[in-house]
């Protein structure tokens, strides 16, 4: 093992030889400072490159009469074990989606929402919601939320619904 | 800024920057139209044809042009032919600027409201049809084609 001994010993010195040691804290504390300042501007900086509005909102999100499901037509994924927002563990959201406009009531501005279904398990069964405001027959199937959306997703099985506000709409 | 944000398309597109409104035309293709085509226009293999550093290829031949607008969901969109008319032209310089022929012209909304009522029958066949059609002439969208069918 005496090889070893040397090669450690002579990388040491070889490295002490470079460096300091407050170099290295004060690289170690950069690291630090730095990373945790950056990796929280992660979702902001990708929030304001879509430029998703966030309008103030209230009522209970996992009611059928919440503003943002007035074009909805499934199962609310707030009462699925996701939220408006994600899907439930284990299911994956579909990137085609039906997308309807809503006016909400705190402000009444119309807001773009994607109602982007989760699919990947059976039905959820829960918060049945059908408001279909805006829905159009099928053979206008990009405004018909009687299909099933999920396509473009490794499963075509249906479990629930989100309603992510992705704009302002017009003024009419 | 909202005057910087608009010169770049006003500078494309002859025309564009007196008539059209930049964020109508970015509002009305999120309600009618990136659903499916996703909102960077990427589309999704197989499902739902690709527009970004695409769709402009199309404008190399009339029929290519007049295509676009009688596909289904342009031409049964429940958009008007002035609305689909700003769109069409915002997404081809927004998504595929660097396709389009130096010849490009805009939509025009007569256009557009002629072309809406000839609809497509069958959208698929015909726009591999065309795309060939093109890519005889156009060397990028023909080594684009053999991409594919690798």
């Known amino acids: 093992m005496k090889w070893l001994d040397q090669i450690t010993e002579n990388t040491s010195r070889s490295i002490a030889q470079r460096t300091s040691r407050r170099g290295f804290l004060g690289k170690v504390a950069g690291l630090l400072a730095g990373g945790a300042a950056s ?134 | 800024m909202a005057t910087l944000k608009y010169l770049p398309l006003a500078l494309l597109v002859p025309g564009f920057g007196a008539m059209a409104d930049e964020h109508r035309a970015r509002v009305n293709y999120q309600i009618h139209c990136q659903g499916c085509h996703l909102p960077d226009a990427s589309g999704f293999p197989g499902k739902v044809p690709r527009m970004n550093d695409f769709v402009g290829y199309f404008l190399h031949s009339r029929e290519g042009r007049e295509f676009l607008v009688r596909v289904p969901g342009v031409s049964a969109s429940r958009m008007s032919d002035e609305d689909i008319t700003e769109v069409m032209n915002w997404l081809l310089t927004t998504f595929s600027p660097g396709q389009l022929p130096e010849s490009f012209e805009p939509f025009t909304v007569s256009e557009v409201a002629v072309l809406r009522e000839q609809r497509e029958d069958d959208p698929e066949r015909t726009r591999v049809r065309i795309l060939r059609q093109i890519a005889a002439d156009v060397p990028e969208l023909a080594s684009e084609l053999a991409r594919a069918d690798d």
């Not at chain 1, 997308?99 to 059976?122: A, H, L, M, Q, V």
């Not at chain 1, 099928?138 to 396509?151: G, I």
């Open chain 1, 39 to 172: 990796v929280p501007l992660l979702p902001v900086a990708r929030a304001d490159e879509h430029s998703n509005p966030h309008p103030v909102e209230s009522g209970d999100v996992n009611s059928c009469d919440y503003w943002r499901y007035c074009a909805i037509d499934g199962f609310l994924c707030g009462c699925c074990g996701g939220s408006m927002n994600s899907c439930p563990p284990g299911t994956e959201m579909s990137p085609i989606t039906w997308i309807g406009t809503c006016e909400n009531p705190e402000d009444g501005k119309s807001y773009i929402i994607s109602y982007n279904d989760c699919c990947g398990k059976s039905s959820c069964g829960n918060c049945l919601c059908m408001r279909s405001e805006g829905d159009r027959p099928v053979y206008r199937p990009n405004q018909s939320n009687d299909l099933n959306w999920c396509l473009g997703t490794k499963s075509n099985v249906y479990n629930c619904s989100t309603a992510i506000v992705i704009g302002t709409a017009l003024d009419k």
